[in-house]
């Protein structure tokens, strides 16, 4: 068994052939944790986790769905490049889905992301505000819940460990990955006294964080995939993402550990039983 704790089957990219890449996962022995990224993702997360065994859900809003009149984002070609409607955070929205179903394991994807910039400080500034405000609102859904907590950081660190550590979130109750880590060994280190995992996945054919996959504890690693994004090389630069593509991941980890597949893959894959309680 292995899990991939960081899906997105529930995206358009998946809308002609869905079964296929579900039947896939299953018939490959991979669990999959579907996350959400804002109120609409999040609802069909859940929904497709009811439909399918070896699914789970996980609700959230990410930070470039924060409705807001500061500045207009697109996203990457690499990212969809579709442009973000917005939403209003609203909390028992989300907290009701999390309610009527058991397969809702996490809150995620929330957290912070500073790359796209405004040309105003001010504005700039007062995105980031609006960002942190809503993350800690989630981070307090996660508390009330009792979720561990899915989070995305783009030039944010700092911000994120204030807020996780800070006494507004009560981060001695948070319990969480930090998705796509590409810090660096002293980043890593303070999550990792925060009791966080870090989530890895195929953005190490892209990013140098050899350092931080040797040094981690094994047992404080996550694998996951952020399909369709972040396909692994060995499928080719073209190629959508989807689950079962994990075990480049796992094989990675194994070559810069110096230990086998089957070691990383049952080390993360009880990690994750642990966290996620699946």
């Given at each position: 068994?292995?899990?991939?704790?960081?899906?997105h089957l529930?995206?358009?990219?998946?809308?002609?052939?869905?079964?296929?890449?579900?039947?896939?996962?299953?018939?490959?022995?991979?669990?999959?944790?579907?996350?959400g990224t804002?109120?609409?993702?999040?609802k069909?997360?859940?929904?497709l986790?009811e439909?399918?065994?070896?699914?789970?859900?996980?609700?959230?809003?990410h930070p470039i769905?924060?409705k807001?009149d500061l500045?207009?984002?697109?996203?990457?070609?690499?990212e969809g490049?579709?442009?973000?409607?917005?939403e209003?955070?609203?909390k028992?929205?989300?907290?009701k889905?999390?309610?009527n179903?058991?397969?809702?394991?996490a809150?995620?994807?929330?957290?912070?992301?500073?790359?796209?910039?405004?040309?105003s400080k001010?504005?700039?500034e007062?995105?980031?505000?609006?960002?942190?405000?809503?993350?800690?609102?989630?981070?307090?859904?996660?508390k009330?819940?009792?979720?561990?907590?899915?989070?995305?950081?783009?030039?944010?660190?700092?911000?994120v460990?204030?807020a996780?550590g800070?006494?507004?979130?009560?981060?001695?109750?948070?319990?969480?990955?930090?998705?796509?880590?590409?810090?660096?060994?002293?980043?890593a280190q303070?999550?990792?006294?925060?009791?966080f995992?870090?989530?890895?996945?195929?953005?190490?054919?892209?990013?140098?964080i050899?350092?931080?996959i040797?040094?981690?504890?094994?047992?404080?690693?996550?694998?996951?995939?952020?399909?369709?994004?972040?396909?692994?090389?060995?499928?080719?630069?073209?190629k959508r993402?989807e689950?079962?593509?994990?075990k480049?991941?796992?094989?990675?980890?194994?070559?810069?550990?110096?230990?086998?597949?089957?070691?990383?893959?049952?080390?993360t894959?009880?990690?994750?039983?642990?966290l996620?309680?699946?």
């Open positions: 068994m292995i899990i991939d704790t960081h899906s529930n995206f358009k990219a998946y809308d002609k052939d869905r079964e296929e890449v579900i039947r896939r996962t299953q018939k490959e022995g991979v669990i999959c944790i579907d996350v804002k109120y609409e993702t999040s069909n997360a859940v929904e986790a439909k399918n065994e070896g699914i789970y859900a996980a609700i959230g809003m769905h924060i807001t500045m207009k984002l697109r996203m990457d070609e690499e490049a579709f442009t973000p409607l917005g209003d955070f609203n028992e929205r989300y907290k889905l999390a309610l179903s058991r397969k809702v394991v809150i995620g994807e929330i957290g912070l992301d500073y790359y796209y910039r405004s040309k001010t504005k700039q007062q995105f980031k505000e609006n960002q942190k405000k809503v993350f800690i609102e989630q981070l307090e859904m996660a009330e819940l009792d979720l561990p907590v899915i989070i995305h950081c783009r030039m944010a660190h700092q911000d460990l204030s996780l800070g006494p507004a979130s009560g981060g001695e109750n948070l319990r969480g990955v930090i998705h796509c880590f590409t810090g660096n060994w002293g980043e303070k999550y990792l006294d925060l009791g995992y870090l989530g890895i996945n195929g953005i190490i054919f892209k990013f140098d050899d350092e931080v040797r040094r981690a504890p094994l047992e404080k690693i996550l694998v996951e995939t952020d399909c369709p994004y972040l396909t692994p090389l060995a499928e080719g630069k073209d993402n689950p079962i593509f994990v480049h991941v796992i094989q990675r980890i194994a070559d810069l550990r110096g230990i086998s597949f089957d070691e990383v893959a049952t080390a894959t009880q990690s994750a039983k642990k996620f309680k699946i």
